[in-house]
Every structure is written in structure tokens, then in C-alpha cells.
């Protein structure tokens, strides 16, 4: 494994990221197992689904058993591999139907990119166990996430505007300014250009959007439900993103022509 583990009674961990995956991961699977419904990372299951209310216990119980599993060496391998497999056939399966039906709708593509950087990372993690093969792929389909991120904030900039705190002026250049640096970010790891830089600077962003949007609103009680789904899909994918990231530990920050 490349990433440099840490023990501590019996807890072993790769990166800080793993780590902030893991707890995500199983703070996921608690929510989903105490209200019954599908929590965020999760959501868009059609009403008509069969079983609909038995997957959504299933879904928590992968996410609370793998973020369990990924905190020890005994388990790490097994519960990456199976988080891996289920998160893709979720991307594949649940968002591709979205976009198979919708191919000109962007934020089908926004959906199926936030479910792709939670496969990014557990591909990363899984690739980790298997002695660091699949890590390209991962950082590949993290990149294409990227692409759905930054156009999505150009197709709805109404919806993105808005979300800049009241205290930065400017609303529309932020908007339009975070849109393009997730598309910058996608174009280093294409093409390997400072690649390792503008994958911690995508974490980055993703981690200051949780705490600047809606960490105050949650803070003030003025998240609406649908609000505090937005607040858990924006903490999971910067727990995701900075895995990613942890995947070039050992690379130049300004490495230049490798992928």
C-alpha cells in the first residue's frame, strides 16, 4: 500500500482521508438505519421501486459495515472491495438510468458525478489493498466528475449564484470562477499537468463549500430537508475527494506529463 499506515489499538488507518471516508461512511449507515430512508449519497430511488424500504436498510448497512471494515487491516481489503463494487453498480444502475433517460439534462450528469467521485474513492482505497492497481482509473472517473461539476455550474447558474455567502460580493463571478477551476482541476488530471495540486485544490474547494454554505445554515437551524441532504452529499464527497488526493502522496505537487 502506498499510502503510510497509522495503528492505534487495533484501528489502522492509510491516510487522513481514509479516515475522514470511513467515519463518513459510517455516520452514513447510522442516519440510514435510525430514520429508514435513504440518506443522501444515496437518494433518487424512484417510489416505485420494489423492496424500496428494504434497500434503503441495505444501503445503510453497506455504508455503516464498510466504513466500520476500512478502520482495520483484518477487514480494510474486504470492506474496500465490496464498498467499491456496490457504489459502482449504483452509479451504473441507479444514476446511469437518469442519464440514459435524460442525456441533455446536465444535472443528471452533476448526479451520477457526485455518486463517481464516491466510487473514485473507494476505488482508490480498494486499489490500495490490491497493492495500488486500478489508481489511475480512479483518478480518471474522479476527473470526469470534475467535468460534470463545473458545467452544471454554468447551466444553472440561477441556482448556483445564490449559495455564495452574503458576505463575498460578487455572487456570479464566484459562481462562475468555482465552475471553472473544477473544470481546470479535471484538465490537470487528463492530462497529468500539476495533477496532484488541482486534486487537493478540487478537495479543497468541495470542503469550503460545505463549511461556508451550509455549515452556517445548519448552524442557525435554517437548513431545510432537502438542505441538509445537499450538507451530507457536500461532506461526503470532500471525505471522498481528499482520498483522491491522498493517492499522490510521493508525487511532485508540480509534476508535469504523467498521469
Same mark, same amino acid.
Given at each position: 500500500?502506498?499510502?503510510?499506515?497509522?495503528?492505534?489499538?487495533?484501528?489502522? %488507518?492509510?491516510?487522513? !482521508?481514509? @479516515?475522514?471516508? #470511513?467515519?463518513?461512511?459510517?455516520?452514513?449507515?447510522?442516519?440510514?438505519?435510525? +430514520?429508514?430512508?435513504?440518506? =443522501?449519497?444515496?437518494?433518487?430511488?424512484?417510489?416505485?421501486?420494489?423492496a424500496r424500504r428494504?434497500?434503503?436498510?441495505?444501503?445503510?448497512?453497506?455504508?455503516?459495515?464498510?466504513?466500520?471494515g476500512l478502520l482495520f487491516k483484518r477487514s480494510f481489503g474486504a470492506a474496500a472491495r465490496v464498498l467499491f463494487v456496490y457504489l459502482l453498480l449504483w452509479l451504473l444502475l441507479v444514476k446511469g438510468s437518469y442519464v440514459i433517460a435524460s442525456p441533455l439534462v446536465e444535472v443528471s450528469y452533476q448526479s451520477a458525478g457526485e455518486t463517481a467521485v464516491l466510487v473514485a474513492g473507494a476505488w482508490v482505497l480498494y486499489a490500495w489493498s490490491a497493492g495500488g492497481n486500478g489508481v489511475r482509473h480512479a483518478r480518471l472517473l474522479y476527473a470526469l466528475a470534475l467535468v460534470a461539476f463545473g458545467l452544471s455550474h454554468f447551466a444553472y447558474l440561477e441556482?448556483?449564484?445564490?449559495?455564495?455567502?452574503?458576505?463575498?460580493?460578487?455572487?456570479?463571478?464566484?459562481?462562475?470562477? +468555482?465552475? !471553472?477551476?473544477?473544470? #481546470?482541476?479535471?484538465?490537470?488530471?487528463?492530462?497529468? %499537468?500539476?495533477?496532484?495540486?488541482? +486534486?487537493?485544490?478540487?478537495?479543497?474547494?468541495?470542503?469550503?463549500?460545505?463549511?461556508? %454554505?451550509?455549515?452556517?445554515?445548519?448552524?442557525?437551524?435554517?437548513l431545510s430537508a432537502g438542505q441538509w441532504g445537499e450538507f451530507g452529499v =457536500?461532506?461526503?464527497?470532500? #471525505?471522498?475527494?481528499?482520498?483522491? @488526493?491522498?493517492?499522490?502522496? !510521493?508525487? =511532485?505537487?508540480?509534476a508535469a506529463g504523467k498521469h
Open positions: 500500500m502506498r499510502a503510510g499506515p497509522s495503528r492505534l489499538r487495533g484501528v489502522w %488507518v492509510a491516510s487522513s !482521508g481514509h @479516515a475522514l471516508f #470511513a467515519v463518513t461512511l459510517i455516520g452514513i449507515g447510522i442516519t440510514g438505519l435510525v +430514520t429508514g430512508r435513504f440518506a =443522501s449519497i444515496w437518494q433518487s430511488v424512484p417510489q416505485g421501486v420494489p428494504a434497500l434503503a436498510y441495505l444501503c445503510a448497512c453497506v455504508s455503516l459495515a464498510c466504513g466500520a441556482l448556483t449564484a445564490p449559495l455564495v455567502p452574503a458576505w463575498l460580493p460578487a455572487h456570479v463571478f464566484w459562481a462562475y470562477f +468555482t465552475g !471553472g477551476a473544477y473544470l #481546470a482541476a479535471a484538465a490537470a488530471l487528463l492530462t497529468g %499537468v500539476w495533477a496532484r495540486l488541482a +486534486t487537493a485544490l478540487s478537495a479543497l474547494q468541495m470542503g469550503l463549500f460545505t463549511l461556508l %454554505v451550509w455549515a452556517p445554515l445548519a448552524l442557525a437551524g435554517r =457536500s461532506w461526503a464527497l470532500t #471525505a471522498a475527494a481528499w482520498v483522491v @488526493a491522498d493517492s499522490f502522496r !510521493g508525487t =511532485s505537487w508540480l
